[in-house]
């Protein structure tokens, strides 16, 4: 049947689109490679450690192509220490009945002629050519796999994606085949950076900082307190220098909503930065929790410190199954540290059982420490000891390479109310840790307010009644009416009693 003119073009148009590409490939790399080798034997085995026989451009049939056989024999050749030139490499494979297969005595020739006009070159450099151009090939036959399998319709989608995402971390791998490079080297070493502290004492750079606490007692006002700190430059607490400011703050909160959100950020004076775009927030009003090896958020991550409140909504089991939050998290999180994290701070929950403790260790106030634990690189774990004004306990659970940072409170009202954070309220080194704390505020149920009161005015009794110790209750009471403490004449036969026992 005739067409006109218009079916025409598009049937030609159609015939060029549908044209494959061409394959990848270097021939003048492969070539000047192995000319390499024949002219440098005892580069063999440096070329080896980059590229195989495979690399070498062939068919798909799983025949070495030419130049990939060459290269095979080469390598042979240089493990058994022989001389590897354009005539000992020919008898070599005509030995072994190849020659022919390779293209005879002149293709050898020629190979090695064709080195002699390119001049000499970065032999490792070629190798990567070599190498590049395979893993391209491998990525168009994946791609043509991978749509015959989706048009086919023979396996599952999710079986489809997953042998296919295993084949393509496979390729990422191949790049590093280098057995020297599974090591760090000595001037790897020499170059790294020294153990450095984002804010001094407090958030280490390079790794997984957590603060353990129970549910409500203030993990998400610290990290908010981190953020607001880091992003302004100045001290966490108005204790703790930043010794790093913050390029951008990422900030994963999946258990919040947008509007809840907003509110810690106005309280904190976090508005500009989410303005600015400094803080980048994903909440739960942005939809589902983003996994954390999502290629999006790596890039996104880059020279910004991370924020994930909390782990246990990254976990792949539910909150209270321990061993599930930590599987995969600490592939996850070291994910993010390789993507370019500068630091991360992780908020964990506390198993229930914490509440009844009165130490803090990285047992008793990590869910699941076993396994959590042993990743993370620094943290503290957190305990409230007053609701009232909020003043939180904190002590190092995993030091840093250093000794244990000594215990610190913080207190939140009313200063979070006033200023938009929390201050230091006994600095470290005054402190005393959780036990001593707990056992003041327990006895008698009195809050400590109240019992230093009490103290006070014991001291002030025995005082005037070393002065004259015939005083009558009623005396004492109008004395203790005149310093403004109103004290009934009852109370103070009591005090009587107990500082004269």
Same mark, same amino acid.
């Given at each position: 049947?005739?067409?006109?003119?218009?079916?025409?073009?598009?049937?030609?148009?159609?015939?060029?689109?549908?044209?494959?590409?061409?394959?990848?490939?270097?021939?003048?790399?492969?070539?000047?490679?192995?000319?390499?080798?024949?002219?440098?034997?005892?580069?063999?085995?440096?070329?080896?450690?980059?590229?195989?026989?495979?690399?070498?451009?062939?068919?798909?049939?799983?025949?070495?192509?030419?130049?990939?056989?060459?290269?095979?024999?080469?390598?042979?050749?240089?493990?058994?220490?022989?001389?590897?030139?354009? +005539? !000992?490499?020919?008898?070599?494979? $005509?030995?072994?009945?190849? @020659? #022919?297969?390779?293209?005879? %005595? =002149? *293709?050898?020739?020629?190979?090695?002629?064709?080195?002699?006009?390119?001049?000499?070159?970065?032999?490792?450099?070629?190798?990567?050519?070599?190498?590049?151009?395979?893993?391209?090939?491998?990525?168009?036959?994946?791609?043509?796999?991978?749509?015959?399998?989706?048009?086919?319709?023979?396996?599952?989608?999710?079986?489809?994606?997953?042998?296919?995402?295993?084949?393509?971390?496979?390729?990422?791998?191949?790049?590093?085949?280098?057995?020297?490079?599974?090591?760090?080297?000595?001037?790897?070493?020499?170059?790294?950076?020294?153990?450095?502290?984002?804010?001094?004492?407090?958030?280490?750079?390079?790794?997984?900082?957590?603060?353990?606490?129970?549910?409500?007692?203030?993990?998400?006002?610290?990290?908010?307190?981190?953020?607001?700190?880091? +992003? !302004?430059?100045?001290?966490?607490? $108005?204790?703790?220098?930043? @010794? #790093?400011?913050?390029?951008? %703050? =990422? *900030?994963?909160?999946?258990?919040?909503?947008?509007?809840?959100?907003?509110?810690?950020?106005?309280?904190?004076?976090?508005?500009?930065?989410?303005?600015?775009?400094?803080?980048?927030?994903?909440?739960?009003?942005?939809?589902?929790?983003?996994?954390?090896?999502?290629?999006?958020?790596?890039?996104?991550?880059?020279?910004?410190?991370?924020?994930?409140?909390?782990?246990?909504?990254?976990?792949?089991?539910?909150?209270?199954?321990?061993?599930?939050?930590?599987?995969?998290?600490?592939?996850?999180?070291?994910?993010?540290?390789?993507?370019?994290?500068?630091?991360?701070?992780?908020?964990?929950?506390?198993?229930?059982?914490?509440?009844?403790?009165?130490?803090?260790?990285?047992?008793?106030?990590?869910?699941?420490?076993?396994?959590?634990?042993?990743?993370?690189?620094?943290?503290?774990?957190?305990?409230?000891?007053?609701?009232?004004?909020?003043?939180?306990?904190?002590?190092?659970?995993?030091?840093?390479?250093?000794?244990?940072?000594?215990?610190?409170?913080?207190?939140?009202?009313?200063?979070?109310?006033?200023?938009?954070?929390?201050?230091?309220?006994?600095?470290?080194?005054?402190?005393?840790?959780?036990?001593?704390?707990?056992?003041?505020?327990?006895?008698?149920?009195?809050?400590?307010?109240?019992?230093?009161?009490?103290?006070?005015?014991?001291?002030?009794?025995?005082?005037?009644?070393?002065?004259?110790?015939?005083?009558?209750?009623?005396?004492?009471?109008?004395?203790?009416?005149?310093?403004?403490?109103?004290?009934?004449?009852?109370?103070?036969?009591?005090?009587?009693?107990?500082?004269?026992?």
């Amino acid at each position: 049947m005739r067409t006109n003119g218009r079916d025409s073009r598009k049937q030609n148009s159609r015939s060029a689109t549908s044209a494959d590409p061409p394959i990848p490939k270097d021939l003048d790399a492969e070539r000047t490679v192995l000319a390499d080798i024949m002219l440098e034997n005892s580069h063999a085995k440096a070329i080896a450690k980059i590229i195989t026989s495979r690399d070498f451009v062939s068919p798909r049939n799983g025949d070495l192509s030419a130049n990939g056989v060459m290269f095979r024999e080469m390598l042979i050749m240089a493990e058994a220490q022989m001389p590897i030139d354009p +005539l !000992t490499l020919a008898n070599h494979l $005509r030995n072994k009945g190849m @020659l #022919e297969l390779v293209g005879g %005595v =002149s *293709y050898v020739e020629t190979v090695a002629d064709g080195f002699a006009r390119i001049g000499r070159t970065n032999f490792e450099d070629h190798a990567k050519i070599i190498r590049d151009k395979s893993l391209h090939r491998r990525l168009a036959h994946l791609g043509n796999d991978l749509q015959q399998c989706a048009t086919g319709g023979a396996e599952s989608a999710t079986d489809t994606l997953d042998r296919f995402w295993l084949e393509l971390s496979q390729l990422r791998d191949r790049l590093k085949l280098n057995s020297d490079d599974m090591f760090d080297t000595w001037e790897e070493f020499q170059n790294a950076k020294p153990l450095r502290a984002r804010i001094d004492n407090f958030l280490w750079a390079d790794v997984a900082n957590v603060i353990g606490g129970l549910s409500g007692e203030g993990k998400t006002l610290i990290l908010m307190a981190t953020t607001k700190a880091q +992003l !302004t430059g100045e001290p966490l607490f $108005r204790y703790f220098r930043v @010794l #790093e400011p913050a390029i951008c %703050v =990422s *900030y994963l909160i999946p258990e919040c909503a947008r509007a809840p959100f907003m509110h810690r950020a106005r309280r904190f004076g976090l508005e500009p930065f989410l303005e600015s775009g400094r803080l980048k927030v994903r909440t739960l009003s942005k939809g589902p929790r983003i996994n954390l090896d999502d290629p999006r958020l790596l890039q996104a991550v880059r020279d910004s410190d991370v924020k994930i409140d909390t782990a246990a909504r990254f976990g792949e089991g539910s909150e209270n199954e321990a061993t599930d939050v930590a599987n995969g998290l600490a592939t996850d999180i070291f994910g993010l540290l390789t993507a370019g994290a500068q630091s991360i701070q992780i908020a964990h929950h506390s198993p229930k059982s914490f509440a009844k403790d009165n130490y803090i260790s990285l047992e008793s106030c990590l869910r699941g420490s076993g396994d959590f634990g042993a990743f993370v690189g620094a943290g503290f774990g957190i305990r409230q000891v007053d609701k009232t004004q909020n003043i939180i306990h904190l002590e190092d659970i995993k030091p840093r390479d250093a000794e244990p940072f000594p215990p610190f409170q913080i207190i939140g009202r009313p200063h979070i109310d006033q200023e938009g954070d929390s201050r230091i309220h006994r600095e470290p080194g005054t402190c005393g840790h959780l036990a001593d704390h707990l056992e003041t505020r327990n006895r008698g149920g009195a809050a400590e307010s109240v019992r230093e009161a009490r103290a006070a005015n014991l001291a002030l009794l025995r005082a005037w009644l070393k002065e004259d110790p015939n005083q009558t209750s009623e005396q004492l009471a109008a004395r203790f009416k005149a310093e403004r403490v109103e004290i009934s004449p009852v109370t103070v036969r009591k005090y009587k009693m107990e500082v004269t026992s």
